[in-house]
């Protein structure tokens, strides 16, 4: 299966899509270049990086960027603090994000050059901002089963291990990661990832031009094709929500790499890949 492009504005790191289910709209973001783009065209800048979303209402947003969780007006594109997120530490930036089913929003941090083990993971849970993990790499793969009991997420800096979490009944971790998947022996890079209705896992693959389904167990089920070596998130949309959206980044490709693979950056759709979970509402 291959993908087609969807927008074709190019990002220098597209991250973050995500499928407004009230507004029927898809949002991501070029972390880099500060900005939230919409697939109306729309392009909202930020002072700083942004890199993911929630929704709280057809009006609002919940957006992380490198110094804050804000709450975010689509209308009228101003946006206040809910929380600082590391405010404190200029090394350090907000990437991977997703809200949870229980209302909560999860999101990792890392260092801008990619310093080792500077960033985190932290969720946000009505009000009030605790620290998961620390001693992360690049945070990736945040995504949640359907019936809510488990949630997934990786340090693609480890460059293979994909590690699922057991929740409680508010959504905290009531234990420790285990491994769901090791692409070790396949080289493979595990960037931001989706999980549908059927339980299964949907991840982009950075360098690998891809997103890989896998079932329950980890078996490769499905792989879809993005002209795009970089791919970094996937989404599912659309009105019935079985469109499989995917971002990709141009950052680090040399110009020899650009005319080899002129849409990357650009963000992708695939109808019929698999019916997607309808995105959580944030609870503030």
Known sequence: MKAAVFDDRACWLGEGPLWHPRRNELFWFDIHNHQLL????AVWNFPVAVSAAAWINEQRLMVASEIALHLFDIDTGNHETICDLEADNPVTRSNDGRADPYGGFWIGTMGKDHEPK???????YRGELKRLYAGIGVPNAICFTPDGET???????THCKIMRIPLDSNGWPRGEPEVYLDLGSEGLLPDGAVIDAEGNFWNAQYKAGRVAGYDTDGRLIAVVEVDAPQATCPAFGGSDLTTLYC????QTMTPDALAASPDSGKTFYLEGVAKGQEEHQVIL
């Open 38 to 41: 919409s697939q109306t065209g």
């Open 247 to 250: 971002t990709s980044a141009t």
């Open 151 to 157: 949630a997934f997420i990786t340090d693609t800096m």
């Open 118 to 124: 500077a960033g985190s993971y932290w969720r946000y």
